[in-house]
């Protein structure tokens, strides 16, 4: 088993930076893939951004690219997620996701691929 635990979100205005953080307990020995995701009102969950949990290779949706950047700390079992430029449009519930299963690829962007979640934690941005 493996829990998850995000924190951070909050309200910003559009052009303002925010930082999630997931912090990874359990079998974190047994985590291929670390992602984040989001799910706005009336919408589906969407892919953010994913990283292996070594660290080495990240992914990004073309919407954020630029903007957020996903990172790890191996001493806390911690994702974190920074987000900077902030539209009206990232306005969500985030959530991180691990995947236990083997995987070479952090090309995963589907929420299937995943088997654990957090309780997720709202981004609010005005303009």
């Known amino acids: 088993q493996v829990q998850l635990v995000e924190s951070g979100g909050g309200s910003v205005q559009a052009g303002g930076s925010l930082r999630l953080s997931c912090a990874a307990s359990?079998?974190?020995?047994?985590?291929?893939?670390m992602g984040w995701f989001r799910q706005a009102p009336g919408k589906e969950r969407e892919f953010v951004a994913t990283l292996n949990w070594s660290g080495a290779n990240t992914y990004y949706a073309d919407s954020v690219k630029g903007r957020l950047t996903i990172s790890r700390d191996n001493a806390k079992n911690t994702v974190y997620l920074e987000m900077n430029s902030l539209k009206p449009e990232d306005t969500a519930v985030y959530y991180c996701?691990?995947?236990?299963?083997?995987?070479?690829?952090?090309?995963?962007?589907?929420?299937?691929?995943?088997?654990?979640w957090g309780q997720g934690t709202q981004v609010t941005v005005s303009s």
């Open positions: 996701a691990a995947r236990t299963g083997f995987s070479r690829s952090a090309y995963r962007t589907r929420t299937y691929e995943y088997d654990y």
């Open positions: 359990g079998r974190t020995g047994s985590i291929y893939v």
